[in-house]
Each structure stands twice: as structure tokens, then as C-alpha cells.
């Protein structure tokens, strides 16, 4: 059985309880070492533990609510630093309108109005966006159980994607988006306005993203403006974030920096509260603020651990060993620009070569869409006390193109890890990316293969490189696999 069935999930969460507190390590006092600041690498590995940090700081250390207890325990795959398996993916809860589908994306400002009064009531967050991380773990089990079992005591809606057709590929592709990952569970109670679902992010990896930090905006919007004036079905849209930035970062592209990105991550990962992120707040608790204001990772232990992530190379591409390897792996390239995935994927981006992204927003169709965090609500108060509501609404169906450098090494793919093999990758995509699919469906096997096999070569693992002990930094055995390639628990 896969391990996303939906039986299955909540016990993944309780799991992951269970595991967490057994594989901190007694000892692991290498950062205690008052004298000594942690080097950025360090702070990566480190694994943290509630209650204990460093003398500067007067935090809670790790958590209350934390996914895993070091960077490293999901960022792995390939070395230190790399993408994670589908255990590591992080769980999003978000409420919707109850009459909602993911296919039927209609909203009315009253159906909005009752969502958020409502939903705010389960988790504080739902006050002003409509989605939350579900965390794998808190520091106040016992509490957490009983909000969890809370959640779960919604009853499963049963979930189609209903898809017809008699060819075998196409049978293949309903099998994986049949087997999306997005449950929904719903109140038996007819007054309950809203729906959940649950939906996930696979783990990217991290190598080079200190390169695409540093390419230009303009590089970017260039792109676009390219798109559009072609005029073809491809029509990227350059990510904004909120403070105006061309976001780069995340599979939606909402950070503009690493250095946004990893205060973040310390906060909602990891529970450890920074000047430039709170941590996330406990679901159960009353009080309007998340937690203590101290933090429990400093200014400069950030910025050493941000030096670090920015100083992970790019994984090279595998050189062809033979001359009729080589043409294979140019004529595989050729074909995957011919059919159109380059118009995305887009080999050199500014400072960044061989990265294969253009970093625009595509509508990938209503397969591949997920309402999490696609609706805000924002308050706008007056000189008088007036306040005005506005809501805003997100596309669920776009998302950013992830560069391929490195992709052989950083299966599955797709932004919820539904993706075993590129293969699989391909075939789900939809929306803007729909006519280069079906020239690749049109593809003779060998010119197919072809083309995965250039993706096969994106990416090679350095000798060199440190393989992480997953025992020593809080990650589970690697999951077996099903007769079918998909991963199953025991
Ligand atoms: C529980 C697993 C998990 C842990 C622990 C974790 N991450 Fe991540 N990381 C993710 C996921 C999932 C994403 C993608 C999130 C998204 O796009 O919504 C991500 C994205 C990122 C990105 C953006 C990469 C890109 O190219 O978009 C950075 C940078 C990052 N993480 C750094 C860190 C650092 C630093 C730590 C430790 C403080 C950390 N992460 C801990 C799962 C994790
Ligand atoms: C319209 C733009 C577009 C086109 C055309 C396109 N892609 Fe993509 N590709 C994307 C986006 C966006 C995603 C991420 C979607 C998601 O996660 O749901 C993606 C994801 C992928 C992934 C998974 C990467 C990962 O890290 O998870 C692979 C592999 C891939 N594409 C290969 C291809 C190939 C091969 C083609 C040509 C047949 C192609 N793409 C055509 C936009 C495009």
C-alpha cells in the first residue's frame, strides 16, 4: 500500500513523533562549545533539541512545533545539502470554502467572510490565510495529539479525477494524478462552512541556489516578456513576492533570497524563532502571540548558515565516457528543445548556466493545482478605527519552473513528490506545458529514451562528497520500494 493512502497519514504524523524522540542523540553536544561559534556547516548538521541553546540567546530552542530536528534530516539527497525523499515532505492544512473543489475554484465574498471566522477557530493561523503548515511534531506532544485528533475527526470526502481514454500512457497518467496527494477531510456537521485538505511540498535540493540568488531580475522579466510575444501557449508570469521582489525561491517562487528563505525554514521547520521570523505558532494555544519574543538562533549564526547554503555548488552533468554516448546525449537535447520543454526549461539564465528554468509561473492545469495558501486575508485599518477587508486570491494552478541541474540525483519530482522517474515527471504536466507533452507522447520509444536519458545526465554525485549518517542527524531508514517503484511503509 502506498504510504499516502489516507489511513495512513495521520499515523505518518504520529510516527514521525515517535521517531523524532528517539533518534536525538544523547550526547550531541559538538556546538556546545561556548568559545567556538558554530561554522555554518555545523549549524546545518546540528541537531537541536527543545530547551537547549546557546548561551547568547534565551529561546526554547527547538520548536514547540518543528517538522524535523536538523536542516540536513530532509536536505540529504546526493550529499549534504540535497534534495529529500517523500518522508520528508512537509504537510500543508489548508481550508477552503465547502462547496469548493480544486476544478471549481469559485469564491463569493460571504462564502470568504464565514471561512475565516470559522476555520480560526481550529488554528489561530486561519485568521488571514487559508493554509498552515501541519507539523510532524511539537515539543507539547500530548497537547498536539489532541488537536490532531481534532483535525482527524473530520471524515474523509471521497476524491475522483476521472479520466478516460484507452491509451496505456494516458492510463499511466490518470494512475498518478488519481493518486494525487491532496486529501480532504470534512466536519460531519452541516454547519461547518469550510473543508480541509492536506496537501505536501517535496523537499528541493539546495545545490547552486547561492548562483540563482544572484541572478538579475531583469534576466528574469526578459523571459517573460520573450513568452509573450511569441504568443505561443507558454506564458510564464515572473513571481512577485510580497514586498515587490521577483521571487526566485520556493515551488511557487514566493522568496526573493536564500537568506529569506532560511531565516524561514529555521522558524517553520525547525521551531527556531529569528529576528526575521517568528516561529510557528502551537495550534492549541491561546495566546495571540507565537511563543517567547527571544530568539533561539542569533543574527550571525543565520547569516553563517545562509553562507553555507549560498556555497553549495551546482551538481555537474555527467560527461559522456564514449563518443556514441556523447552523440546521444546531444541528439537527447536536441529533441527535448525541439518538443518544447526548453521554451521552460531554459538551459542558461543570466549568471546561471546549465540550470534549465526560466523562473516564471505557469499554469501546469487543474491536475497539477492546489489551493494551499491561494487566499489571504488582508486587513486594512483607518485613522477612526475603520477597517476594511480585502481578500486575495491566488492561481492554484501555477507554478515555478524548478531548474533540472542536478535532477538526476533528486527524485521524485513535482512539487508533492508524486513523480518516481522523469518519466512520470512528464507525463503530469499539463496546462501551458500540454503541447510539449503530447510531442513527447508522439515520440518513437527510442527517441523518447533518448530524451530521458539527457535527463538522466543532469547531475552526477562527487566522490568527494560527504555522505550525511542518517542516524546522527535525525532521518529514518530509506523507505523500501513497492514491486511498482513507489515507496511503501512498513
Ligand atoms: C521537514 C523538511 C525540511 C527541513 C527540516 C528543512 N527544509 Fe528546506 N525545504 C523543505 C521544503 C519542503 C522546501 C520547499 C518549500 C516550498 O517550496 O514551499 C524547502 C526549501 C528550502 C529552500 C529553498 C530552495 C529553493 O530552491 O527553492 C531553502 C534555501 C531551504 N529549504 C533551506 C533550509 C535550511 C537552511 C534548513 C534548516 C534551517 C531547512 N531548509 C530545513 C524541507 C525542509
Ligand atoms: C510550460 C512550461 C513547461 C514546459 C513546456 C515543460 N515543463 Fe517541466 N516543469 C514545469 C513546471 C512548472 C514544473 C513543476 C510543476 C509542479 O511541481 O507541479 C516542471 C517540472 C518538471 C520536472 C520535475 C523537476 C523536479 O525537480 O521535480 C521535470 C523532470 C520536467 N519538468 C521536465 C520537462 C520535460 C522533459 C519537458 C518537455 C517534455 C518539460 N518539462 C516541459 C514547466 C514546464
Same mark, same amino acid.
Given at each position: 500500500?502506498?504510504?499516502?493512502?489516507?489511513?495512513?497519514?495521520?499515523?505518518?504524523?504520529?510516527?514521525?513523533?515517535?521517531?523524532?524522540?528517539?533518534?536525538?542523540?544523547?550526547?550531541?553536544?559538538?556546538?556546545?562549545?561556548?568559545?567556538?561559534?558554530?561554522?555554518?556547516?555545523?549549524?546545518?548538521?546540528?541537531?537541536?533539541?527543545?530547551?537547549?541553546?546557546?548561551?547568547?540567546?534565551?529561546?526554547?530552542?527547538?520548536?514547540?512545533?518543528?517538522?524535523?530536528?536538523? #536542516?540536513?534530516? #530532509?536536505?540529504?539527497?546526493?550529499?549534504?545539502?540535497?534534495?529529500?525523499?517523500?518522508?520528508?515532505?512537509?504537510?500543508?492544512?489548508?481550508?477552503?470554502?465547502?462547496?469548493?473543489?480544486?476544478?471549481?475554484?469559485?469564491?463569493?465574498?460571504?462564502?470568504?467572510?464565514?471561512?475565516?471566522?470559522?476555520?480560526?477557530?481550529?488554528?489561530?493561523?486561519?485568521?488571514?490565510?487559508?493554509?498552515?503548515?501541519?507539523?510532524?511534531?511539537?515539543?507539547?506532544?500530548?497537547?498536539?495529539?489532541?488537536?490532531?485528533?481534532?483535525?482527524?475527526?473530520?471524515?474523509?470526502?471521497?476524491?475522483?479525477?476521472?479520466?478516460?481514454?484507452?491509451?496505456?500512457?494516458?492510463?499511466?497518467?490518470?494512475?498518478?494524478?488519481?493518486?494525487?496527494?491532496?486529501?480532504?477531510?470534512?466536519?460531519?456537521?452541516?454547519?461547518?462552512?469550510?473543508?480541509?485538505?492536506?496537501?505536501?511540498?517535496?523537499?528541493?535540493?539546495?545545490?547552486?541556489?547561492?548562483?540563482?540568488?544572484?541572478?538579475?531580475?531583469?534576466?528574469?522579466?526578459?523571459?517573460?516578456?520573450?513568452?509573450?510575444?511569441?504568443?505561443?501557449?507558454?506564458?510564464?508570469?515572473?513571481?512577485?513576492?510580497?514586498?515587490?521582489?521577483?521571487?526566485?525561491?520556493?515551488?511557487?517562487?514566493?522568496?526573493?533570497?536564500?537568506?529569506?528563505?532560511?531565516?524561514?525554514? #529555521?522558524?517553520?521547520?525547525?521551531?527556531?524563532?529569528?529576528?526575521?521570523?517568528?516561529?510557528?505558532?502551537?495550534?492549541?494555544?491561546?495566546?495571540?502571540?507565537?511563543?517567547?519574543?527571544?530568539?533561539?538562533?542569533?543574527?550571525?549564526?543565520?547569516?553563517?548558515?545562509?553562507?553555507?547554503?549560498?556555497?553549495?555548488?551546482?551538481?555537474?552533468?555527467?560527461?559522456?565516457?564514449?563518443?556514441?554516448?556523447?552523440?546521444?546525449?546531444?541528439?537527447?537535447?536536441?529533441?527535448?528543445?525541439?518538443?518544447?520543454?526548453?521554451? #521552460?526549461?531554459?538551459?542558461?539564465?543570466?549568471?546561471?548556466?546549465?540550470?534549465?528554468?526560466?523562473?516564471?509561473?505557469?499554469?501546469?492545469?487543474?491536475?497539477?493545482?492546489?489551493?494551499?495558501?491561494?487566499?489571504?486575508?488582508?486587513?486594512?485599518?483607518?485613522?477612526?478605527?475603520?477597517?476594511?477587508?480585502?481578500?486575495?486570491?491566488?492561481?492554484?494552478?501555477?507554478?515555478?519552473?524548478?531548474?533540472?541541474?542536478?535532477?538526476?540525483?533528486?527524485?521524485?519530482?513535482?512539487?508533492?513528490?508524486?513523480?518516481?522517474?522523469?518519466?512520470?515527471?512528464?507525463?503530469?504536466?499539463?496546462?501551458?506545458?500540454?503541447?510539449?507533452?503530447?510531442?513527447?507522447?508522439?515520440?518513437?520509444?527510442?527517441?523518447?529514451?533518448?530524451?530521458?536519458?539527457?535527463?538522466?545526465?543532469?547531475?552526477?554525485?562527487?566522490?568527494?562528497?560527504?555522505?550525511?549518517?542518517?542516524?546522527?542527524?535525525?532521518?529514518?531508514?530509506?523507505?523500501?520500494?513497492?514491486?511498482?517503484?513507489?515507496?511503501?511503509?512498513?
Amino acid at each position: 500500500m502506498s504510504i499516502y493512502s489516507r489511513g495512513n497519514l495521520l499515523r505518518g504524523l504520529l510516527l514521525g513523533f515517535a521517531f523524532l524522540s528517539q533518534t536525538v542523540p544523547a550526547e550531541g553536544r559538538f556546538l556546545q562549545d561556548d568559545e567556538k561559534q558554530p561554522s555554518g556547516e555545523a549549524l546545518f548538521k546540528k541537531v537541536w533539541k527543545s530547551n537547549e541553546v546557546e548561551s547568547t540567546d534565551s529561546g526554547d530552542g527547538l520548536g514547540p512545533m518543528f517538522n524535523a530536528i536538523s #536542516c540536513v534530516a #530532509c536536505h540529504n539527497q546526493g550529499g549534504m545539502g540535497g534534495s529529500g525523499d517523500n518522508l520528508t515532505n512537509v504537510q500543508i492544512l489548508t481550508v477552503l470554502p465547502r462547496q469548493d473543489s480544486r476544478r471549481n475554484f469559485r469564491l463569493d465574498r460571504l462564502a470568504l467572510e464565514m471561512l475565516f471566522e470559522q476555520s480560526a477557530k481550529l488554528h489561530p493561523d486561519f485568521k488571514f490565510k487559508n493554509s498552515t503548515i501541519l507539523h510532524r511534531s511539537s515539543s507539547e506532544i500530548a497537547q498536539y495529539g489532541n488537536w490532531l485528533k481534532d483535525v482527524f475527526e473530520f471524515k474523509s470526502v471521497a476524491k475522483t479525477t476521472g479520466f478516460e481514454s484507452n491509451r496505456t500512457m494516458m492510463e499511466e497518467r490518470g494512475r498518478l494524478l488519481s493518486e494525487t496527494p491532496i486529501y480532504r477531510v470534512k466536519k460531519g456537521s452541516a454547519k461547518d462552512r469550510f473543508t480541509i485538505q492536506i496537501s505536501r511540498r517535496n523537499t528541493p535540493s539546495l545545490f547552486g541556489v547561492g548562483i540563482i540568488d544572484s541572478i538579475s531580475s531583469n534576466d528574469i522579466l526578459a523571459l517573460e516578456s520573450a513568452q509573450k510575444k511569441k504568443g505561443g501557449p507558454v506564458k510564464g508570469r515572473a513571481p512577485i513576492t510580497n514586498d515587490g521582489k521577483i521571487g526566485k525561491f520556493g515551488w511557487r517562487g514566493e522568496k526573493s533570497s536564500v537568506a529569506e528563505f532560511t531565516s524561514q525554514a #529555521c522558524a517553520v521547520e525547525l521551531g527556531l524563532s529569528n529576528a526575521d521570523h517568528p516561529q510557528a505558532r502551537m495550534p492549541f494555544s491561546k495566546s495571540p502571540q507565537a511563543g517567547k519574543q527571544s530568539h533561539d538562533i542569533s543574527k550571525s549564526e543565520i547569516k553563517k548558515l545562509v553562507e553555507f547554503v549560498n556555497s553549495l555548488e551546482p551538481k555537474p552533468a555527467k560527461l559522456p565516457e564514449t563518443g556514441n554516448e556523447s552523440q546521444l546525449l546531444q541528439k537527447g537535447q536536441e529533441l527535448f528543445n525541439f518538443i518544447g520543454c526548453a521554451d #521552460c526549461h531554459v538551459q542558461t539564465v543570466g549568471i546561471a548556466q546549465n540550470i534549465y528554468s526560466d523562473f516564471l509561473l505557469h499554469d501546469m492545469g487543474s491536475e497539477l493545482a492546489d489551493a494551499s495558501h491561494s487566499i489571504e486575508r488582508k486587513v486594512h485599518s483607518f485613522y477612526g478605527g475603520r477597517e476594511e477587508v480585502e481578500f486575495e486570491i491566488k492561481n492554484p494552478q501555477r507554478w515555478q519552473t524548478p531548474p533540472l541541474w542536478g535532477a538526476a540525483l533528486s527524485a521524485p519530482y513535482m512539487h508533492d513528490g508524486r513523480a518516481d522517474s522523469f518519466h512520470d515527471a512528464i507525463i503530469v504536466h499539463g496546462g501551458e506545458a500540454s503541447t510539449s507533452v503530447d510531442k513527447y507522447r508522439r515520440l518513437s520509444p527510442a527517441d523518447r529514451k533518448m530524451v530521458l536519458e539527457f535527463l538522466q545526465s543532469l547531475g552526477q554525485e562527487s566522490t568527494l562528497d560527504e555522505k550525511p549518517n542518517p542516524a546522527a542527524h535525525g532521518w529514518g531508514p530509506p523507505p523500501r520500494k513497492s514491486r511498482k517503484g513507489r515507496l511503501v511503509r512498513n
